[in-house]
């Protein structure tokens, strides 16, 4: 059976807690980027520092309609018991999303590129998009090529990221003729990363959510 979906509720509710095997623990914050321009209501997602551009990132099968919708990140903050944390957090994205609509997510399926099929995958086998830069981001497919200087270690990327000290962010990003990306950290860093997309009881899309396996399952969560 492929991968299932955690139980995103967990992720983006402030204050939720818990620990590792180890015994550190983790505490959830949620940050808000700000509006994603869909102006074709299709969404891709990928690691920009790598795969931004040229049309790399196939976009996304579930469609919305055309418009502008809240992007957010899940930032989990991790202590261990007995340390000081020092001057600063340590701070991990456990989770990213792309709200279309403030309606109760009844059910989850995993997002899929064309060609795709997730009925094929092997027990716990996922499709997503990999990392190297250990960067995520969501953005429309329009928008692929209006960002012709976010390569590498230089760019308006790389410098919102060294502004703010190479945290998590997230960061909203403007680009050519008004469009825009969302970028956050993934994670623990470089891997491979499935999205997730949400529906209502009427079948309609909630959210896009890229999981970046930092929140135990409950089964795992030593709590």
Same mark, same amino acid.
């Given at each position: /059976?492929?991968?299932?979906?955690?139980? @995103?509720?967990?992720? @983006?509710?402030?204050?939720? #807690?818990?620990?590792?095997?180890?015994?550190?623990?983790?505490? &959830?914050?949620?940050?808000?980027?700000?509006?994603?321009?869909?102006? #074709?209501?299709? %969404? #891709?997602?990928?690691?920009?520092?790598?795969?931004?551009?040229?049309?790399?990132?196939?976009?996304?099968?579930?469609?919305?309609?055309?418009? $502008?919708y809240?992007? =957010?990140?899940a930032? *989990?903050?991790?202590?261990?018991?007995?340390?000081?944390?020092?001057?600063?957090?340590?701070?991990r994205?456990?989770?990213?999303?792309?709200? &279309?609509?403030?309606?109760?997510?009844?059910?989850?399926? /995993?997002?899929?590129?064309?060609?795709?099929? *997730? !009925? *094929?995958?092997?027990?716990?086998?996922?499709?997503?998009?990999?990392?190297? !830069?250990?960067?995520?981001?969501?953005?429309d497919?329009?928008?692929?090529?209006?960002?012709?200087?976010?390569?590498?270690?230089?760019?308006?990327?790389?410098?919102?990221?060294? =502004?703010?000290?190479?945290?998590?962010?997230?960061?909203?990003l403007?680009?050519?003729?008004?469009?825009?990306?969302?970028?956050?950290?993934?994670?623990?860093?470089?891997?491979?990363?499935?999205?997730?997309?949400?529906?209502?009881?009427?079948? $309609? %899309?909630?959210?896009?959510?890229?999981?970046?396996f %930092?929140v135990? #399952?409950?089964?795992?969560?030593?709590?």
């Open positions: /059976m492929p991968l299932t979906a955690p139980d @995103f509720d967990r992720y @983006f509710t402030p204050g939720h #807690s818990f620990v590792y095997e180890n015994g550190d623990r983790g505490t &959830i914050a949620v940050a808000v980027a700000g509006e994603l321009w869909l102006p #074709s209501g299709r %969404v #891709s997602a990928c690691d920009p520092f790598v795969d931004l551009g040229g049309g790399w990132a196939r976009p996304f099968t579930a469609e919305v309609a055309p418009g $502008r809240r992007a =957010e990140t930032l *989990a903050t991790l202590t261990t018991p007995g340390e000081d944390p020092g001057g600063r957090p340590h701070l994205t456990a989770a990213a999303r792309l709200v &279309i609509r403030d309606t109760a997510t009844a059910a989850w399926e /995993m997002a899929v590129t064309e060609g795709q099929d *997730a !009925a *094929a995958l092997a027990d716990d086998g996922y499709f997503g998009y990999g990392v190297d !830069a250990g960067t995520g981001c969501f953005y497919p329009a928008a692929d090529d209006s960002f012709p200087d976010c390569e590498g270690d230089e760019g308006p990327l790389w410098d919102a990221f060294e =502004e703010a000290g190479h945290g998590p962010g997230p960061h909203l403007t680009g050519e003729r008004g469009h825009n990306l969302v970028a956050f950290g993934s994670g623990w860093g470089d891997g491979h990363y499935p999205t997730w997309v949400g529906r209502d009881a009427d079948g $309609r %899309v909630t959210c896009f959510v890229t999981d970046f %930092v135990p #399952s409950p089964a795992d969560d030593a709590a």
